[in-house]
């Protein structure tokens, strides 16, 4: 009579089991199901095919294919919008925070930005634009309300630094190809943010005026062609900074997006570390509360007016 009793409670059991089991694997599905919905291109934009890469000869041409392609990589976007925390240290370790937003608006012909600072009081308000020119010198306008006027940052101003930043104003311009010459360098494995990456190491020489670099040594990730990280030298060829992108997030499936930049000067122990607590891209992507689509972004919302309006 035990062993009838007790048979029906192993079944149970074994029953139980079962069904734990199936709803383990249920969710465990349904985990790589949103991982395979995560990362479904649903950009609208697709991805380029990855040319022949001509390897052979001239380092030059193959680090401006390189160069070239990345760049093809990440078009498509349209706009994004971030909201950041900024944190300054100074070389005896002591810091200041920061809350800093910031929009950009892709061009055809070079990227238009606008940064404000929205905290402390001391330094709310104080915004810079930038309009990129692949050919000629970005422009560039810093607004001061406590002066409520704009003033036009010069060519040899750009090399100054944003801000008591270690991003200079000409740090803020996005990097377009015609502007340097190519080298490729090597291929590399890098540890960023406790992870490893396999590379492109390219370095790049600007052909423009006024600016504060020789060179910048350039990893580009060999798969998502994002920057990982980012040496730059001065005038003089000795290293300056290095600028170290991490906690990289893909959105819509397409574009990657660093959530963490560090930029670490050497030659005056500083650092600038720009954390994002809010980050879109393509805004028209996005539905306002009651369900309809965003707009975009337009040219007029990079404006001096609404540099000065904020």
């Not at 392609?69 to 920061?98: C, E, H, N, P």
């Not at 944003?162 to 010459?181: A, C, N």
Request: glycine share 6%.
């Amino acid at each position: 009579m035990k062993r009838n009793q007790t048979t029906p409670r192993l079944l149970h059991t074994s029953s139980s089991l079962l069904c734990i089991a199936i709803g383990m694997l249920a969710v465990m599905l349904a985990d790589v199901s949103k991982v395979a919905i995560a990362d479904e291109n649903t950009s609208g934009v697709p991805v380029p095919q990855q040319p022949n890469w001509q390897r052979q000869g001239d380092p030059a041409s193959f680090g401006r294919q390189i160069a070239t392609y990345a760049d093809r990589f990440d078009a498509g976007w349209i706009d994004s919008y971030s909201q950041s925390k900024m944190t300054l240290f100074d070389a005896g370790g002591d810091k200041v925070t920061r809350d800093v937003r910031q929009q950009v608006l892709e061009g055809t012909r070079g990227d238009k930005s606008l940064v404000r600072f929205m905290t402390p009081a001391d330094i709310r308000g104080v915004a810079a634009l930038t309009h990129e020119h692949p050919s000629a010198t970005d422009d560039s306008w810093l607004y001061l309300p406590a002066t409520r006027r704009v003033r036009r940052v010069s060519g040899a101003n750009r090399t100054a630094s944003f801000q008591g930043t270690e991003f200079t104003y000409e740090d803020l311009s996005s990097l377009i190809v015609s502007r340097y010459e190519w080298r490729f360098l090597s291929e590399e494995t890098i540890t960023v943010d406790g992870e490893q990456a396999q590379v492109y190491r390219l370095e790049a020489r600007p052909t423009y005026e006024n600016t504060g670099y020789a060179k910048i040594i350039i990893d580009y990730h060999k798969e998502y062609f994002r920057v990982e990280r980012m040496e730059y030298y001065d005038r003089a060829g000795q290293r300056l900074k290095t600028l170290v992108n991490s906690r990289w997030k893909r959105f819509h499936g397409r574009f990657w997006r660093a959530m963490q930049l560090d930029m670490n000067n050497y030659q005056t122990g500083k650092r600038t570390l720009l954390e994002s607590r809010a980050f879109f891209v393509n805004l028209s992507l996005y539905n306002r509360r009651d369900g309809t689509p965003r707009d975009n972004l337009n040219e007029q919302q990079f404006t001096r007016r609404a540099l000065e309006n904020g």
